[in-house]
């Protein structure tokens, strides 16, 4: 007779599968990869209530009261999901419900702001195995980060230390953290919500061999510098245009600003008059493709303001042969560091000396990225950590 086969039920707080953005993609494929050797559900806060498949994943759209029936809702629906998700704990109900009626093996979550504390407290008073992916600091910060205006905090705040200490009573003392840098772990740790021990690093990509450089197509200008990603005033895209103006006053050549994504129109057009007093040609182009985006630049510019947990970005351009200009911030030097491409850590702040910096870039003074010899992906992390905690489930050390 055919061993049963691991029930796991996974966590998360968005619409699955739309690809809301780098954390839900990667606990998208997490999932994936567990399903080839568990029954695999996943539960998901929803204005509608309905269960499909995705793939070989049993999703269940769970609905639950005042939630957002989109991911940008109003700002009423979204404050009213707010309040109620982390006030009201017979919002999670219905969803604790379900999840007891799969009877889990063990339970793996990943963001899940948008359901407060409560359905991981559940998962503490059934003494379940827990498996908890770290995507960013959300756990001890209402903003995602420490980013309050254009500062960054420090330490966590008075207000953050509320949610901290929520998280920290809700989590169950076994659980098993997989955070997607060395960064986020440190700072989970300072703040108590793991330790190195019950923990690994976990990165969301990792650039085994970097690719051969896309062809570049000349535009007409000496030099090409690009951005990409979401378009927000926390990315720092103010900052890296001025160090682009810096740049073409320093040596004299011409310089296009490619900026690749989508953001809001107001904000887009302050990055325009940006660049028309920094004299500073820029093309905004929407969403692109990254092979597209790389095909277009000579460098590209890093520059964000807050504390990245890792930086998809940097890998994805990085291993595709485009030299980058980083700000060290966050987890971003560990994303240089298994990109496999060439880059320079800069401080956008300071137009002038940062201009040099990419000057030197240019002229092949960088670091080459090396993979780091422990670096595992996100989805080996998160099967090495159910694995063991299914190990520990079956030898009878159940927490």
């Known amino acids: 007779m055919n061993a049963r ?13 739309e690809t809301v953005g780098g954390a839900e993609r990667s606990a998208r494929s997490a999932a994936l990869d567990l399903a080839r050797s568990a029954d695999v559900a996943v539960f998901v806060p929803a204005a509608v209530e309905k269960t499909y498949a995705d793939g070989p994943l049993t999703i269940h759209a769970v609905r639950r009261p005042f939630a957002r029936r989109a991911h940008a809702d109003t700002a009423a629906r979204r404050g009213v999901e707010f309040l109620t998700a982390w006030l009201l704990p017979l919002v999670a109900r219905r969803l604790t419900r379900r999840i007891a009626s799969f009877q889990p093996d063990i339970v793996v979550a990943g963001n899940v702001s948008r359901m407060g504390p409560w359905s991981v407290r559940w998962v503490r008073s059934k003494r379940l195995p827990f498996v908890r992916i770290y995507h960013d600091l959300s756990d001890t910060c209402w903003r995602r980060s420490r980013l309050k205006g254009t500062q960054t905090c420090a330490t966590i705040c008075g207000s953050c230390a509320v949610k901290t200490r929520l998280m920290r009573s809700a989590t169950p003392a076994a659980t098993t953290a997989v955070c997607v840098s060395g960064f986020v772990r440190r700072e989970l740790t300072d703040a108590g919500l793991t330790t190195p021990e019950t923990s690994v690093v976990g990165y969301p990509l990792v650039a085994a061999e970097p690719s051969a450089p896309t062809v570049y197509r000349p535009t007409g200008h000496d030099f090409v510098f690009g951005y990409i990603g979401r378009i927000a005033p926390v990315k720092g895209i103010e900052a890296a245009i001025r160090v682009a103006a810096a740049y073409r006053r320093a040596t004299g050549k011409t310089v296009l600003m490619l900026v690749a994504g989508e953001g809001a129109a107001d904000y887009l057009q302050d990055l325009a008059a940006v660049a028309g007093a920094e004299a500073v040609e820029v093309e905004f182009a929407g969403h692109m493709d990254v092979d597209a985006f790389c095909s277009r630049v000579d460098a590209v510019f890093v520059p964000s303001m807050w504390m990245e947990a890792f930086g998809r970005v940097v890998v994805e351009v990085g291993s595709r042969g485009r030299p980058m200009l980083i700000s060290p911030v966050g987890g971003l030097p560990e994303a240089a560091a298994v990109s496999g ?44 950590a159910v694995e063991r905690a299914l190990a520990a489930l079956a030898s009878g050390k159940r927490a």
């Open 341 to 384: 491409g060439r880059y320079a850590f800069a401080d956008y702040q300071r137009p002038e000396a940062a201009a040099g910096t990419l000057a030197g870039l240019l002229d092949g003074r960088a670091d080459d990225g090396v993979p780091l010899a422990s670096a595992m992906t996100l989805n080996e992390g998160v099967v090495l």
């Open 5 to 17: 086969r691991p029930r796991i039920a996974v966590l998360a707080d968005w619409w699955w599968p």
